[in-house]
T-cell receptor, first 117, second 114 residues
Framework: DAGVIQSPRHEVTEMGQEVTLRCKPI?????LFWYRQTMMRGLELLIY????????DSGMPEDRFSAKMPNASFSTLKIQPSEPRDSAVYFC???????????????FGDGTRLSIL | AQSVTQLGSHVSVSEGALVLLRCNYS??????LFWYVQYPNQGLQLLLK??????LVKGINGFEAEFKKSETSFHLTKPSAHMSDAAEYFC????????????FGKGTKLSVKP
């Protein structure tokens, strides 16, 4: 089975440039999550979607960050303009939580390692 | 509100020794609990999960965890550590229902000495 697919795996860009991270969730999953992982702050939830609708974006650091999910099989996380402090590993995860089988786990992609110079 | 506390950001054991990684949770409703493992340069991989079927949960790679409601704990153990177990381990809690959100602990990095 195909897992969560993220692209690119690595991104190096200069400060001020726009960065777009992409995620394809597992087919049939109705929840999609974006996380950021750094040494200092650990794993942080940025935003999550249910049925393509953003449910909680309180973790998005600032207006420079935006996320979209135009359909059930694709999501993007965009940073514009990027800053060196945005350097981190960004993970996408997906899950399904049917009412008759709660407590399903999240399945993670391999992440995008982002470096802003 | 739910929360997870992992005691010890770094644990070091010798190969063949018992592995014990501690996790305590706080939840106002019966929780669903998870352990994930992260190898270098990879995403988080599910080790095991507790969803109230049995208090002792067996996972992959010989790991298991026991849910203790009275202690609000869900510690991860493995009888004999292998070098390949060196990784970071995350405990997470969810209240399930229609919300898929997980609350993660800060992680414990396990080192295994030869």
């Amino acid at each position: 089975d195909a897992g969560v697919i993220q692209s690119p795996r690595h991104e190096v860009t200069e400060m001020g440039q726009e960065v777009t991270l992409r995620c394809k969730p597992i087919s049939g999953h109705d929840y999609l999550f974006w996380y950021r992982q750094t040494m200092m702050r650990g794993l942080e939830l940025l935003i999550y979607f249910n049925n393509n609708v953003p449910i909680d974006d309180s973790g998005m650091p600032e207006d420079r960050f935006s996320a979209k999910m135009p359909n059930a099989s694709f999501s993007t996380l965009k940073i514009q303009p990027s800053e060196p402090r945005d350097s981190a590993v960004y993970f996408c995860a997906s899950s399904t939580t049917p009412k008759d089988s709660p407590g399903q786990p999240q399945h993670f992609g391999d992440g995008t390692r982002l470096s802003i110079l | 509100a739910q929360s997870v506390t992992q005691l010890g950001s770094h644990v070091s054991v010798s190969e063949g020794a018992l592995v014990l990684l501690r996790c305590n949770y706080s939840s106002s409703v019966p929780p669903y609990l998870f352990w994930y493992v992260q190898y270098p340069n990879q995403g988080l991989q599910l080790l095991l999960k507790y969803t109230s079927a049995a208090t002792l949960v067996k996972g992959i790679n010989g790991f298991e965890a026991e849910f203790k409601k009275s202690e609000t704990s869900f510690h991860l153990t493995k009888p004999s550590a292998h070098m390949s177990d060196a990784a970071e381990y995350f405990c997470a809690v969810s209240h399930g229902g229609s919300q898929g959100n997980l609350i993660f602990g800060k992680g414990t990095k396990l080192s295994v000495k030869p």
